[in-house]
Nanobody, 123 residues
Framework: QLQLVESGGGLVQPGGSLRLSCAAS????????IGWFRQAPGKEREGVLC????????LYADSVKGRFTISRDNAKNTVYLQMNSLSPEDTAVYYC????????????????WGQGTQVTVSS
């Protein structure tokens, strides 16, 4: 059974960093595009970053440019979202999602989702 599990969320002060993990089981993650999405209270879900099966990365949220990076460790079957210089506007539930092959900005095109991990940026 294909499963994604996010971890690494928590409470962090403005300017701090977190690294989120998306661990896959039941499938080989490197053959899929893995996207990170987030949903803040009262807002629509938005795409953040994606890494394709070929390793190319796509940025969907301009607000995280230069602060967030996505990477993949094939040996651990895990994708990471490194988040630096966090601000309160980054507070959201972060989800990873998988689809075959290439990245796509719309979450509805991803059939496989994790349960999400809460990130709260506050002093």
């Amino acid at each position: 059974q294909l499963q994604l599990v996010e971890s690494g969320g928590g409470l962090v002060q403005p300017g701090g960093s977190l690294r989120l993990s998306c661990a896959a089981s039941g499938f080989t993650l490197e053959y899929y595009a893995i996207g990170w999405f987030r949903q803040a209270p009262g807002k629509e879900r938005e795409g953040v970053l994606c890494i394709s099966n070929s390793g190319g990365t796509t940025l969907y949220a301009d607000s995280v440019k230069g602060r967030f990076t996505i990477s993949r460790d094939n040996a651990k079957n895990t994708v990471y979202l490194q988040m630096n210089s966090l601000s309160p506007e980054d507070t959201a539930v972060y989800y990873c999602a998988a689809r075959t092959s290439s990245c796509y900005s719309r979450g509805s095109w991803y059939p496989h989702w994790g349960q999400g991990t809460q990130v709260t940026v506050s002093s």
